[in-house]
């Protein structure tokens, strides 16, 4: 059996496969109420129903204000909760763990006005952000806060708190993007502090298993960006915190483009460098179209689980394309009926 389709348990998250789908949004909630729809019934579905172990829901707003944009997901009311609890009930139903990545899109946000650490702009194209006052900063800890009980209240098995791509804990993080003089900006502690204030609120009340994205290069040439010494620092502060995986990514902090070569895997090294340095699970992310390449990054062990995002758009049936390309005889499509779909 491979290890990319044999099961994992970390803590008291047991999942039947390695495969996570990666969090993306899909900008579909037409009326602009933050309320899942018949179309993540079916589009999350699809995926479970092909066997994708975990699922993350897509980047969903702990506030109105910290949507990207008005078609985003929502977890700030109760109409919300109850219908995201049917979307958890029903892909349960179909076997995949379920997990949700809450957000506040901070200076990206494109229909409100934006708010960030400082007063700097992203690019040209987006508005200039208000810097936070310490009130408002505590408001958005307890809308993370309050949020993380509507998931739970839904039945996740999985809250990522949002820290990566430069949405708001990530513009914290950053000394690109926080130049702020108070206890939230200066040294790697301060622009740790928000995402430290959240992660151990939501640690005290959430019971399931807690993750954190983060973006592990600015790909800023300025010398300026946290190094990857200051991540492992971040990471074995969120270890202490309770965090349970990190899920590492790159980007989205500044609107530079990559400096490496963008081949399958080129963000897990970054991965494999918090391995090195913590003993929770570390996850990584990236082009990882290639079942051969996943199944090495896990057996070399360089990352604990594989994400995968695009390419689960593209071909909802990854897994049991996976399965046969790794001569994987162990797979068991959903049911019976679709062991017979499957060309032998
Ligand atoms: C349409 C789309 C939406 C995305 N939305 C999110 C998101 O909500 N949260 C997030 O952390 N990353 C988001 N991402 C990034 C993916 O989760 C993933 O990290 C990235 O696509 C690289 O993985 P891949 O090469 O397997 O696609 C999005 C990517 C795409 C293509």
Redesign the pocket.
């Known amino acids: 059996m491979s290890l990319l389709l044999s099961p994992i348990t970390i803590g008291n998250l047991s999942l039947k496969n390695r495969v996570v789908m990666?969090?993306?949004?899909m900008y579909e909630v037409k009326k602009e109420d933050g309320i899942v729809t018949p179309f993540h019934f079916a589009h999350y579905g699809a995926r479970a129903i092909a066997n994708v172990g975990l699922i993350i829901i897509?980047?969903t707003a702990v506030q109105p204000d910290g949507r990207i944009t008005k078609h985003d997901l929502g977890l700030w009311n109760d109409k919300q909760t109850e219908k995201f609890s049917q979307l958890v009930d029903s892909l349960h139903y179909l076997g995949s763990k379920v997990g949700v990545?809450l957000a506040h899109a901070g200076r990206k946000a494109v229909d409100a006005q934006p708010v960030a650490p400082s007063a700097i702009a992203f690019n040209a194209s987006l508005r200039t952000p208000q810097a936070l006052s310490v009130d408002e900063i505590k408001q958005i800890r307890a809308d993370f806060v309050a949020a993380s009980k509507r998931a739970q209240q839904a039945g996740v098995d999985v809250i990522e708190i949002?820290g990566?791509?430069g949405y708001l804990i990530s513009e914290f993080l950053s000394p690109l993007s926080n130049q702020r003089n108070d206890e939230y900006g200066g040294s790697l502690a301060n622009r740790y502090r928000l995402l430290h204030e959240i992660a151990t609120d939501i640690r005290a009340q959430f019971s399931g298993s807690l993750w954190v994205?983060l973006s592990l290069s600015d790909y800023d040439q300025s010398g300026k960006q946290n190094s990857i010494a200051d991540w492992q620092q971040v990471c074995q502060w969120l270890e202490r915190d309770g965090i349970d995986v990190i899920d590492v990514?790159t980007g989205g902090v500044m609107d530079y483009a990559p400096d490496l070569p963008l081949h399958g895997g080129y963000q897990t090294p970054f991965a494999t460098a918090i391995k090195q340095a913590v003993n929770i699970p570390v996850t990584t992310?990236?082009?990882?179209d290639s079942p051969d390449l996943a199944e090495y990054i896990l057996q070399t062990k360089q990352a604990d689980l594989i994400?995968?995002?695009?390419?689960l758009l593209r071909n909802i049936n990854w897994l049991a394309d996976a399965a046969k390309q790794l001569h994987d005889h162990d797979y068991q499509p959903f049911n019976n009926s679709y062991q017979r779909g499957q060309l032998k």
């Open positions: 990666s969090p993306m949004c897509e980047a990545q949002h990566a791509h994205r990514s992310v990236g082009l990882l994400l995968e995002g695009r390419v």
